[in-house]
């Protein structure tokens, strides 16, 4: 499973991905992988008051990714997402890591068969 971000037509990347590109309508037609990147923490927060299956305390990060290398429009990329420790800070460096469950499938109210569960939660490195 790849943590891909999705790139228009002209160069625009976003995560996650839409239809249309947000910044200039055209169709987003290519994926850009991020597994293999370090990104940084530009915010984070903890949750402590979690949806059902979802761990408590819940810390979550929004992380930038540096594309400046890569030839698009954009110089970066925004994901949020889970962290794997509460130890987290502005700044940090932080990797995607595949998690085979992202909550737990048996709280709630969805069939478990009914979704994907695994995912990418960020790992300071």
Same mark, same amino acid.
């Given at each position: 499973?790849?943590?891909?971000?999705?790139?228009?037509?002209? &160069?625009?990347?976003?995560?996650?991905?839409? /239809?249309?590109?947000?910044?200039?309508?055209?169709?987003?037609?290519?994926?850009?992988?991020?597994?293999?990147?370090?990104?940084?923490?530009? /915010?984070?927060?903890?949750? /402590?008051?979690?949806?059902?299956?979802?761990?408590?305390?819940?810390?979550?990060?929004?992380?930038?990714?540096?594309?400046?290398?890569?030839?698009?429009?954009?110089?970066?990329?925004?994901?949020?997402?889970?962290?794997?420790?509460?130890?987290?800070? /502005?700044?940090?460096?932080?990797?995607?890591?595949?998690?085979?469950?992202?909550?737990?499938?048996?709280? &709630?109210?969805?069939?478990?068969?009914?979704?994907?569960?695994?995912?990418?939660?960020?790992?300071?490195?």
């Amino acid at each position: 499973m790849s943590f891909d971000a999705y790139v228009c037509e002209n &160069g625009h990347v976003t995560y996650p991905g839409h /239809t249309l590109c947000p910044v200039c309508g055209a169709k987003q037609t290519e994926t850009l992988d991020l597994t293999e990147r370090t990104g940084e923490v530009v /915010t984070w927060t903890k949750s /402590t008051a979690t949806p059902p299956g979802v761990r408590a305390p819940n810390t979550i990060a929004i992380v930038q990714f540096d594309l400046a290398e890569a030839d698009l429009a954009d110089d970066y990329v925004r994901a949020v997402g889970q962290v794997t420790t509460e130890a987290v800070e /502005t700044g940090d460096a932080v990797e995607p890591v595949y998690v085979e469950e992202l909550r737990d499938p048996e709280a &709630g109210i969805k069939v478990p068969e009914s979704q994907d569960w695994d995912g990418y939660r960020f790992e300071p490195v």
